[in-house]
């Protein structure tokens, strides 16, 4: 059962059409292709909450009728950084909405004896300085990989205030962690759920999403 954290920038999308698609992917003989159709589904419809505070612009056009001043997105660009690789399967979802957005990527491994994550690709656009940019990954667990791949943005000229962490499912340990590292960073996700295990997977959760989404083991 989701929980309250009273978290600033943290956000829990409710609405019925994620919450649905969300129970669908999180059935264990859902299979590759309708997981990997579905978070696309999902993604496309949080790049509504992830893009809310865009900034806008006044702009006189001329309808059938009249002229009007009316408002349009004031050019603030934007990039979508997947983790690798379980990110890729979130990409397609927000450029249906906001095609023009460029694509980077961050690369992530687990270090066996340490735990910790290790960086072994990161391929960005120039100007993330300029950009408001979306991190995605389908999970926000530990928060491990979340905090490395923020602070590899920053290392890079990113501004912290202009970054979005986007997830489908997340635990309250990961969102803490996130926060504490980085508070300035807004954390959208379609579901919180109850904890980790003792293996760090998010319970009740939907498995790897990286697995699941390439039909790999």
Do not use: W
Not at 18 to 42: A, D, P
Not at 67 to 83: D, E, F, M, R, Y
Not at 136 to 164: F, Y
């Amino acid at each position: 059962m989701s929980q309250n954290l009273n978290i600033d920038n943290f956000v829990v999308m409710d609405h019925p059409l994620i919450q649905h698609k969300l129970t669908m992917i999180r059935r264990k003989e859902c299979g590759t292709k309708e997981f990997r159709e579905v978070v696309n589904e999902i993604s496309m419809l949080m790049a509504y909450e992830v893009s809310r505070d865009l900034p806008l612009e006044e702009v006189e056009i001329e309808t059938p009728i009249c002229k009007t001043v009316q408002h349009q997105l004031s050019g603030k660009k934007v990039a979508i950084i997947p983790i690798l690789r379980a990110g890729l399967g979130m990409v397609d979802g927000i450029l249906s909405l906001i095609p023009a957005a460029k694509v980077g990527h961050i690369g992530m491994y687990r270090d066996h004896e340490t735990l910790e994550p290790v960086e072994y690709f990161v391929k960005m656009p120039s100007d993330i300085s300029e950009r408001t940019l979306f991190v995605v990954d389908p999970m926000l667990a530990t928060g491990g990989s979340a905090i490395a791949a923020i602070d590899a943005l920053i290392k890079r000229g990113a501004d912290e205030h202009s970054i979005r962490f986007c997830c489908l499912v997340s635990a309250p340990e990961g969102v803490r962690k996130l926060h504490e590292a980085h508070p300035n960073v807004k954390i959208i996700a379609a579901a919180l759920d109850e904890h980790l295990n003792e293996a760090s997977y998010i319970v009740p959760g939907l498995g790897d999403a990286g697995d699941r989404l390439f039909g790999t083991k």
